[in-house]
């Protein structure tokens, strides 16, 4: 093929002539861009790591220091209090003019750089309050709002993605017997009186004797590292699993609900393709805003760094993650072919009408799969430990080890599905069929261990999946976001579905990825395949979008939205199974340095006497209120405390790595680590950054996202708010459990949404 000459430099062949050296000028100029692109890069890298490092002053502020120290001391002033003569005297034995002025500079550098760092390490102690979370809904204390507009000054302008980062809290380690305090009266309700004794008994045995050794540890550590948490968080809950990560940690993202741009997939996967590179484009220069709280607390940003390029690498042991620094293509999966497919040409990203072109060429080719190429991600969706074998076996030299290298480098992975999905808010069915095929898909179809997929169907709709180790759901959102509103803002399509505007190059054709496997090799992707279609057949799922309200309705009521939902929960849970279970919502610790996660345990004392009383009979609607609003003060509250570093379940997860690492066994944290979470919950945020005005674009919503259920005989529930009238729920569950059933629970959502907005606009009304 041609394209395959222009990938050599150079060749020469020895003739009866003489030496005949024949150039590749188009591979030489390939060679040439690659460095400057790969220069530039490192520059743009540097300079914002300089710059990041004096955030939030800036450079010109040393230029104007300078001048006007320079200036004031030529009319016999001196700027710095003696510090440019002390200076001079130690550096200096001559009195000459450039000696005078090179010693100036160094102090004004000197003075500029304290100053900088005083800055720093006041906004620091500045984001350690957290006060401003437990102060009621419309009271503001004289000393928040202090604190708000001293923090805004201090906090600079223009920041970069990484600015606030060395100012960043480091997370505290909360102390030992208030996390053991918060999780015995967090069981409370979920045992009877002996369990409860039985438990208390086993924490004040723990805190007398190796709890604080323990401790110790992790108050160690949290000086030490920059967050005590992250590092084994990722190791141990994540990459040292060995079961699948397909359904039990890749979770899913759906596109905008109402407004689909392009029926034709080649398009749409072009247009979004290039949508996505213009995001990274923008995120390797660091000219993407981190996220404020309130406008005003930065959150790290440090999850940013793993979005593209990035591939879980699988292990004997232990999964480990690989990013690449750049790279310039995608891989593609059409009818059982993977092909690379690059983006750029001459140092620019392609056009979208010209990846439309590449991307019609891929649909448009009918080579027929090599044996084994159809199923070969199915190895990723299987155990892991046969996984890892095959890849140290079966993919070390040769057309594999190009082929695989070509994946996992890749930007990310696009699969142009043959399938469609036709969702509306009124077909459960659609967005459940729609839901299941991002989750798991066909098994074999998903290079699971990228960092995301996006999967584009066949009638122009899109999604993505994507892997949880690297980062939390809120990162794939603000992608998504990002994303979806350049592609809903800048590109556009004609009346026929193709991208607007005229190819000014061909681009490069598609590389078609070469595989030669053995039987053994085809034997192992066979076992792989059967296991995860055993695990995605007996996923439960169930999405529907909730109309009757929104948040709009629920703020009227004086009630955080999400401890509105996490009340329906629990009621619903109560009416499926008749008890209530250890529930887990997740909440953000990105206040702090490299935070990611926390527990709130939304199954409180309050919830459940508030849950028991809604079908008690001898409950009055004013008892059932004033329950309702005592849980969620509670839920709330528990939520900041999280937030704010003071969570119960990271800490004793830490103690419990700790304990494994000294050999010490403790029943206690044992018992805790054991406890399953048969009701795990999620928000997934929305429009975090605002970049489509909703009220202008109301056809501008998402249709979240999902996760497949976290225990056999438990529920998986995501939600989110999209506005002021739509909530979508995603309920996963498994179908082998007799005591659990997607659809059922879903219908008790609903009724308990129902019953909860009757209870408060009685009360509205009664008022």
Known sequence: MAEAHAAVAFQFTVTQEGLNVQISHEAIRAV??????????????????????????????????????????????????????????????SESYLAWMFSLMLSCTLLWLGAVLVIRYLLKIFLCYHGWMFEPRGKVSITTKIWAVCTKILGGSDPKLYSYQASLPRLPVPPLKDTVSRYLRSVRPLLNDTEYDAMTKLSEEFLGTIASRLQRYLVFKSWWASNYVTDWWEQYV?????????????????????????????????????????????????????????????????????????????????????????????????????????????????????????FQR????????????????????????????????YFQVGANRRSLHAIEKAAFVIVLDDTEHNVTDEDHTGLTSYGRSLLHGKCHDRWFDKSFNVIAYKNGRIGMNAEHSWADAPIMSHLMEESLGYEFQKIKYGEDGKLMGVPSMDPIFHERLKWDFPKECLQVMATSLKLARELADDVHLHVFAFKPFGKGLIKTFKVSPDAFIQSALQLAHLRDK?????????????????????????????????????????????????LFNKAVDRHVNSYKEAMAGMGIDR????????????????????KVLQEPWRL??????????????????????????????????????????CHED?????????????????????????KAMEDLRDLCENMKVKK
């Not at 002053?57 to 001048?67: D, M, P, V």
């Not at 891929?362 to 890849?391: F, M, Q, V, Y």
């Open 651 to 670: 800490h004793l997860f830490c103690l419990y790595v700790v304990s494994k690492y000294l050999k010490i066994e403790s029943p206690f944290l044992q």
């Open 238 to 358: 994540y990459l040292a699993g060995r079961g699948p990560i397909m359904v039990n940690s890749n979770y899913y993202g759906m596109d905008l609900l109402y407004h689909i741009p392009t029926n034709r997939q080649a398009s749409r996967a072009a247009g979004f393709c290039h949508a996505l590179f213009a995001f990274r484009s923008v995120l390797d220069k660091e000219n993407v805003k981190p996220i404020r709280a309130n406008g005003v607390i930065p959150l790290c940003s440090a999850q940013y760094e793993r979005v593209f390029n990035t591939s879980r690498i699988p292990g004997v042991e232990m999964d480990k993650l690989h990013h690449w620094m750049d790279c310039r293509h995608v891989v593609v999966y059409h009818n059982g072919r993977w092909f690379k497919l690059m983006c750029y040409k001459r140092g620019q990203l392609l056009e979208p009408c010209e990846l439309e072109i590449a």
């Open 32 to 93: 040439y861009h690659s460095g400057v692109r790969s220069w530039r890069k490192r520059t743009v890298r540097f300079l914002n790591r300089f710059s990041s490092g004096v955030y939030p002053a800036k450079f010109s502020s040393l230029g104007i220091f300078s001048a006007l120290v320079l200036l004031v001391s030529l009319i016999g002033y001196d700027l710095t209090w003696g510090f440019h003569p002390k200076i001079h005297s130690i550096i200096f034995l």
């Open 578 to 626: 008749g008890h209530f279970s250890l529930t887990y919502e997740a909440s953000m610790t990105r206040l702090f340095r490299e935070g990611r996660t926390e527990t709130v345990r939304s199954c409180t004392s309050e919830m459940v006497a508030f849950a028991r009383s809604i079908d008690d009979p001898n409950t009055t609607d004013e008892e059932r209120h004033a």
């Open 680 to 721: 795990s919950t999620s928000q997934t945020p929305h429009q975090q950054v605002m970049t489509i005005n909703l009220k202008k674009h109301p056809r501008f919503l998402s249709g979240g996202g999902g996760f497949g259920p976290v225990a056999d005989d438990g529920y998986g529930v995501s939600y989110i708010i």
């Open 362 to 393: 891929i649909l448009d080719d009918t080579s027929e799969p090599s044996e084994g190429e159809e199923h070969l991600a199915a190895l990723t969706a299987g155990e892991r430990i046969p996984w890892a074998k095959a890849r140290n076996e």
């Open 726 to 750: 739509l909530i979508m729920f995603h309920i996963s569950s498994k179908r082998s459990s007799p005591e659990t059933d997607s659809d059922r629970f879903a219908m008790n959502i609903k």
